[in-house]
Nanobody, 126 residues
């Protein structure tokens, strides 16, 4: 059974940090890229960051550059998103998504991903 499970969400004060993890299991084909997306109430789901699982390629939304860092552990089939200097506008449900099509880069484009996790809530508030 194909599964993506996000963990690590929670409540944090502005300026604080959280690390989200995405664990993939049940994939019979290698995962090519994993993306992190977020959706705030009343807003569209937006691509936050992505990483290629075979190449040294990552990408970030301008709104999180310099604050978020994506990394991978191929042996464990997991991807982490280290989030620092969090702001109230980072509050959202965060989702990870996987694409198995061979790619040398990655995309922060929702239709590029065929597999999605259930999401984890991140709330930044004092």
């Amino acid at each position: 059974q194909l599964q993506l499970v996000e963990t690590g969400g929670g409540l944090v004060q502005p300026g604080g940090s959280l690390t989200l993890s995405c664990a993939a299991s049940g994939f019979t084909l290698p995962i090519s890229t994993i993306g992190w997306f977020r959706q705030a109430p009343g807003k569209e789901r937006e691509g936050v960051s992505c990483i290629n699982m075979r190449k040294s390629y990552t990408d970030y939304a301008d709104s999180v550059k310099g604050r978020f860092t994506i990394s991978r552990d191929n042996a464990k089939n997991t991807v982490s998103l280290q989030m620092n200097s969090l702001k109230p506008e980072d509050t959202a449900v965060y989702y990870c998504a996987a694409d198995i099509r061979i790619n040398n880069a990655c995309l922060r484009y929702r239709p590029a991903y065929g597999y999605w996790g259930q999401g984890t809530q991140v709330t930044v508030s004092s």
